[in-house]
């Protein structure tokens, strides 16, 4: 018996949007996240032909293969996605690009590509998947652990955490989101949002590693994020064909933030002194929360202001890698000419 | 200060002893004294003159201060290999004396009279520049005074070589492009230093220059330059780097040319430079351009390549195709950042880990920087891999002679590209499958529209369908392609440039700018009645015409400017029934090859003195 499946705006079922079986441990808050970007790219009706899927190396770094089987993917080399995203967005610009990193290729090898890509505000969403270990070679430290946290073979952590939010917010990253694998509704949400920005979208998603580290007092296991979490707001993604507009922005109410594709997004302010757009406040508030104890969730920081790479080059509509030959090489009089210069 | 006679020398220079259109000129200055625009007047006005001519500038890793030589190789015969100068213009108080010592007998200096230095050499003919008193009354401030300080050995040596002062002003106008008043302040100096130099200087040495018609319709170009302007033809759209001496100026010269060559009907850029926070990013950036479409380079130096050593191997194997000039300079880290160097011939043709085998591609003129700097993006494309293109700094940054740039007839051959089309049409894509029994598989760009034509590239283990796999099997099949791939290339890439005589003794082997002191050496060899042959590889891997040579010949010399004789060892190691007859020489002081040096390689090598 067929089963009808419901198509969405291009006709395409969520089937359309898998990949292969993931080989991740089960229970792995990456497979989580990797089926709320199925859903996502879904439910936005996204062409997987118009989406690239970038990844480094590691655990999370494999995941691109188990999601949006008809894209294009590139699992590159630790630490240096953020640089081929670069590139292949520059020679294709009209491309939607989701780049999937973790702990250790954003925090420890790639911190410096890292950095300069948010610098660079290429557009793309960055999707680190947080787990404050390395699996793949059974259980290190990353640089994203948190000081003086105790596991079986590492040991104790003698040094203090890299924060990717705060490290994305002081390089100048206009869209900078927490969230946690387990609450499925956030992270999708939170993709949305991220898919439609302008620039590069940094979202740190914790993900317990079930094999190394989710004892229940590490800040990165289930048991401890599920205990913990705090949600900064409440996020509702209303599609563009939707015309839903809250202007108003007082404590306890909504606020909607007006993303650079005309889709919005709407806000639940659950603290009265947060603001989304304020630089310092968002850096202030991930600083108390870790000094509570607290692991505080949703969009830290929002400012669509800068330009992406993209728009910075001022290229036209039609991408590098698509421009027709008598646009790449100039005629002979205009070589002739700029010989003549030379004799 | 007044008027000095000549201290001493050879009273000669009647025509039966002159010296015509043939000598070498080192000018020392020290480093950021805006030197630069005298030396190029010099070089120009030569070149103006129909004269065969070739500029070097050996010049230290230092912004200001340090000692700096311009050398300027004039030739009759259309040599341009570096020779050790005859003519000084000592003008740097900090090496006078170590540059006079370096003159031979009968050598000429003209050095500047306010350095405190007393002429010692009697088998030199000295002439002293009066600088400080010819710039009385010149009206330009302090600084600017520096600077045209320069233009006063302009004048004195068009003087003594019988330079036509019109000329040097049309290479005044040349370097300035025309902005008049710049002209008119350097060359008013040059005026009254020439005018001096012919009232108070009496000619005695034997140098001199005569017009001749050599140089009509060449141009006067460097290397870096010439490889960036290939690239603009070759259809370069993405370019990512990090500065590096010598390199930089290739990029420079892509982001001079760029604007002017390449703008859509709507006046928007068809292209992108980015500069990268390091090589690794540099090279990222390409490989990334290049898995999407678009043809991308980058350009760097030895210390750079060591950088992009991961991600040449993952191209390699991921097969994208990307361009890299590694303009060569001597050593690792900082190594001798400022000489020149055949030293990553090893390393680029293995760089990556595990059985990787590059494209090389090395460019010895500008003809050839251009030719190759658009057909490198062809090669990349064709066979979806990384092309190295082996230059070095002194082709990259010096002024070379050439011919007008060849317009590339062929279009842009950009490979097995599948369109969605295409894909559509197939039965089953599959990325890596050997279709056509080259060792090239088809790709298919990101954003192509059809929902079959995506493929996940990656470092890992892969089978024909581009799917993750560690079966044995897969990857020993897959590495028998890519060798295959390599064998493909031999037919892609530039053919051998080979010269062979009656009654040759000796095949000598080379690459690059090597060239230019074999070929001299050759010509003064064959006059001693010693032939030898010459082959310059134009690429590695290469052409049966090289395996062709080595075979006609009992006895070769391959020449290099390394010490391990690296091409000889790959070549030994490609060509092992050959291996016993491939000897080797290496060149290691960071300065170009002398004609004279080659000469006495291969006569110790012919008489057995050495290997």
Redesign the interface.
């Known amino acids: 018996m067929d089963r009808v499946q419901k198509l969405n705006l291009v006709g395409l079922s969520k089937a359309?949007y898998a990949a292969?079986p993931s080989?991740l441990c089960k229970g792995c808050g990456h497979n989580s996240i990797a089926n709320q970007i199925i859903q996502v790219c879904y439910e936005l009706s996204l062409?997987?032909?118009?989406v690239?899927?970038l990844s480094g190396i590691g655990c999370s770094s494999k995941s691109?293969?188990y999601f949006l089987?008809?894209?294009?993917?590139?699992?590159?080399?630790h630490g240096?996605m953020?640089?081929?995203?670069?590139?292949?967005?520059?020679?294709?610009h009209?491309?939607r690009a989701i780049g999937v990193s973790g702990d250790g290729d954003t925090g420890s090898i790639g911190l410096?590509?890292f950095k300069?890509l948010v610098r660079?505000n290429v557009r793309m969403v960055y999707i680190v998947e947080n787990n404050g270990v390395y699996g793949l070679t059974k259980g290190q430290f990353s640089a994203t652990a948190e000081y003086g946290q105790v596991l079986k073979y590492a040991g104790r952590n003698d040094f203090p955490p890299i924060d990717v939010c705060v490290e994305a917010i002081v390089a100048g990253a206009g869209f900078v989101a927490r969230s946690f694998a387990g609450d499925a509704k956030q992270v999708r949400e939170l993709l949305k949002a991220a898919l439609s920005f302008r620039g590069l979208a940094v979202l740190d998603i914790i993900s317990p590693c079930v094999a190394f580290n989710d004892e229940d007092d590490s800040r990165k296991s289930y048991a401890w994020g599920r205990a913990h979490e705090k949600a900064l707001q409440e996020l509702g993604y209303i599609p563009p064909q939707e015309e839903i507009v809250i202007e108003d922005y007082d404590p306890g109410a909504t606020r909607v933030v007006e993303l650079h594709d005309g889709s919005r997004l709407t806000l639940r302010k659950l603290e009265v002194d947060y603001e989304p757009n304020d630089r310092l406040r968002a850096l202030e508030r991930i600083q108390r929360a870790e000094e509570q104890g607290e692991l505080v969730t949703g969009l830290l920081f929002y400012d669509d202001s800068r330009p992406s790479?993209a728009e910075v080059?001022?290229?036209?509509p039609?991408?590098?890698?698509?421009?027709p030959?008598h646009?790449?090489?100039?005629s002979?009089d205009?070589?002739?000419g700029?010989?003549a210069g030379?004799? | 200060m007044g008027v000095k006679e000549p201290l001493s020398g050879p009273r000669v220079g009647t025509e039966s002893t002159a010296k015509v259109n043939d000598f070498s000129m080192a000018v020392a200055t020290a480093n950021g004294t805006g030197s630069q625009t005298a030396n190029l007047a010099l070089l120009r006005s030569f070149f103006k003159m129909g004269i065969p001519v070739h500029g070097k500038n050996i010049f230290p890793s230092n912004i200001q201060g340090l000692p700096t030589w311009y050398h300027i190789r004039v030739s009759r015969h259309g040599y341009v290999a570096r020779r050790e100068p005859e003519l000084l213009v000592a003008f740097n108080p900090a090496t006078i004396h170590e540059d006079v010592a370096s003159l031979p007998a009968g050598g000429v200096c003209v050095y500047n009279a306010d350095i405190r230095y007393t002429p010692d050499r009697p088998d030199l003919t000295y002439y002293p520049v009066p600088v400080k008193e010819l710039l009385d009354g010149v009206e330009v401030s302090g600084k600017v005074k520096d600077y045209v300080a320069n233009m006063t050995y302009v004048g004195v040596v068009a003087h003594l070589l019988g330079v036509p002062i019109d000329v040097v002003r049309q290479s005044l106008e040349h370097h300035f492009g025309g902005r008049a008043k710049l002209v008119d302040t350097n060359f008013d100096v040059v005026l009254r230093a020439h005018g001096w130099a012919q009232e108070s200087l009496e000619k005695v040495d034997p140098y001199r220059v005569e017009p001749m018609d050599a140089t009509q319709g060449l141009i006067l170009m460097t290397g870096n330059e010439a490889g960036a302007l290939g690239a603009v033809f070759g259809g370069v759209s993405v370019a990512a780097w990090y500065p590096i001496t010598p390199s930089t100026s290739f990029i420079d010269a892509l982001r001079e040319f760029l604007p002017k060559l390449r703008k859509d009907p709507e006046g928007r850029p068809t292209y992108t430079v980015v500069q990268a926070e390091d090589e690794l990013a540099a090279i990222g950036m390409v490989v990334g351009a290049g898995w999407a479409g678009a043809r991308a380079l980058t350009a760097t130096s030895g210390p750079g390549l060591s950088l992009m050593a991961e991600f040449l191997g993952l191209a390699y194997f991921a097969e994208v195709p990307a361009v890299v000039w590694d303009i060569q300079r001597v050593g690792p880290s900082t190594g001798l950042p400022t000489r020149t160097s055949q030293g990553d011939v090893a390393f680029a043709y293995g760089i990556g880990h595990g059985d990787t085998r590059h494209v090389l591609l090395f460019p010895s003129s500008i003809e050839e920087c251009f030719e190759f700097g658009w057909k490198a993006h062809d090669l990349a494309d064709q066979l979806q891999t990384p092309v190295i293109v082996l230059s070095d700094l002194d082709l990259g940054m010096n002024n070379w002679m050439g011919e007008p740039f060849a317009y590339p007839e062929q279009p842009l051959q950009r490979g097995k590209v599948l369109s969605a089309e295409e894909v559509e049409r197939l039965e089953r894509f599959r990325r890596y499958a050997d279709v056509d029994g080259d060792g090239i598989p088809y790709r298919t760009l990101p954003g192509n529209q059809s929902p079959r034509a995506a493929w996940f590239g990656r470092g890992t283990g892969h089978d024909e369908d581009a799917r993750y796999s560690e079966k044995g099997d897969d990857w020993w099949r897959n590495m028998e392609r890519l060798r295959r791939k390599h064998d493909t290339a031999r037919q892609y890439v530039p053919t051998a440039v080979i010269e062979e005589r009656q009654g040759a003794r000796l095949g000598v082997i080379c690459y690059g700018t090597t060239r230019y002191a074999i070929e001299e050496a050759r010509d003064a060899l064959a006059q001693e009645g010693v032939v030898i042959d010459v082959m310059r590889l134009r690429a590695l891997p290469f052409g049966a015409e090289v395996e062709g040579f080595v075979a006609r010949h009992d006895d070769l010399l391959v020449i290099e400017m390394n010490r391990d004789n690296q091409l000889r060892d790959i070549l030994r190691a490609e060509l092992p029934q050959h291996a016993p007859k491939l000897h080797g020489v290496g060149y290691i002081d960071g300065m170009p090859l002398t004609a004279d040096w080659v000469q006495r390689q291969v006569l110790a090598h012919l008489s057995g003195r050495a290997d």
């Open positions: 359309d292969a080989t062409r997987p032909q118009d690239i899927k691109p293969a089987g008809q894209s294009h993917g590139f699992n590159s080399l240096r953020p640089a081929l995203g670069t590139g292949a967005l520059q020679a294709n009209t491309l410096g590509q300069h660079r790479l080059s001022g290229f036209g039609t991408p590098l890698s698509e421009l030959d646009l790449l090489r100039p002979r205009a070589l002739e700029l010989l030379y004799a």
